[in-house]
T-cell receptor, first 110, second 115 residues
Framework: GQNIDQPTEMTATEGAIVQINCTYQTSGFNGLFWYQQHAGEAPTFLSYNVLDGLEEKGRFSSFLSRSKGYSYLLLKELQMKDSASYLCAVMDTGRRALTFGSGTRLQVQP | DADVTQTPRNRITKTGKRIMLECSQTKGHDRMYWYRQDPGLGLRLIYYSFDVKDINKGEISDGYSVSRQAQAKFSLSLESAIPNQTALYFC??????????????FGPGTRLTVL
């Protein structure tokens, strides 16, 4: 089975940097995904990590350590529109289906 | 036009009714998924299909059934709806051909209320 943990809520200031952590336990690992979801809308894909290290995409970066079962999503130069939930999801080697964490709701304040 | 569409977008029904939620995609993906989302519980997988002849149960399949009518269509049915099936339902698609990472792309969701 799989277990994914991430903080429930975070608050940050416009223009700042925020790091959202995700820890996971899985019987077989085949990649970690981050999604952004605005309230009442569909999740949208942000990043994918399968090897250790940092993947950078504009203001968003994602880091993975497979040995520690740990990932983080880093958001730089925060904007008000970044207020959303951020979902961590792990792909297992068996089912090849995603298991999602409960999500971290980020509120960006002026 | 949206790549992944869901109908209906909103539905209110009564306990015991049969309900079908439909999902269509124009992305040409082989893989399709149904999730439900409840506050505080995140997205949970109900069923998934890797091609037309392949259907798999997810973690919460009880009370649900699915039909993969074609590569582009995947329907979710609630045979006899109950109030605790009130939730936001999402369809998703993915593709593992070539260099694809099997990233899932979501439809807009169906908000279902069972009274």
């Amino acid at each position: 089975g799989q277990n994914i943990d991430q903080p429930t809520e975070m608050t940050a200031t416009e223009g700042a940097i925020v790091q959202i952590n995700c820890t996971y336990q899985t019987s077989g690992f085949n990649g970690l995904f981050w999604y952004q979801q605005h309230a009442g809308e569909a999740p949208t894909f942000l990043s994918y990590n399968v090897l250790d290290g940092l993947e950078e995409k504009g203001r968003f970066s994602s880091f993975l350590s497979r040995s520690k079962g740990y990932s983080y999503l880093l958001l730089k130069e925060l904007q008000m529109k970044d207020s959303a939930s951020y979902l961590c999801a792990v792909m297992d080697t068996g089912r090849r289906a995603l298991t999602f964490g409960s999500g971290t709701r980020l509120q960006v304040q002026p | 036009d949206a790549d992944v569409t869901q109908t209906p977008r909103n539905r209110i029904t009564k306990t015991g009714k049969r309900i079908m939620l439909e999902c269509s995609q124009t992305k040409g993906h082989d893989r399709m998924y149904w999730y439900r989302q409840d506050p505080g519980l995140g997205l949970r997988l109900i069923y998934y299909s890797f091609d037309v002849k392949d259907i798999n149960k997810g973690e919460i399949s009880d009370g649900y059934s699915v039909s993969r009518q074609a590569q582009a269509k995947f329907s979710l049915s609630l045979e006899s709806a109950i109030p605790n099936q009130t939730a936001l339902y999402f369809c998703a698609t993915s593709d593992l051909k070539g260099s694809s990472t099997d990233t899932q792309y979501f439809g807009p969701g169906t908000r279902l209320t069972v009274l």
